[in-house]
């Protein structure tokens, strides 16, 4: 499974095209399955993707340690690997999750 997760994250396209399916395919079983509209749907599924993201940027991150690839300007605690492919991937996943979640709990129907 994690190797599947790191080769969809070695390329930025390859990247992109899995989260537009995704996107695509859970707004589909959101507007068939829970009655929202594809606006009501992707409205709350980037509501809960923007704050998962904030909740994932910080996981697994280290700061430069070699002087020598610290760039003039460049703040001493940014991130030697932001590895921004694989946390994209990640909050994708467990903004589905959250949003089956208030699928299932909240009745939003006609949203």
Known sequence: MKAL??????STVRTLAVLVLAIAAITAVAVKGFDLTVFGALALFFVLWWTFL???LPLGNQAETDPSRVVRGQDPGAPARPRLREKALLTTVAAAFAFFIALVVFPLARL
């Open 5 to 10: 997760f790191l080769s969809v994250a070695s």
């Open 54 to 56: 904030f909740a994932v």
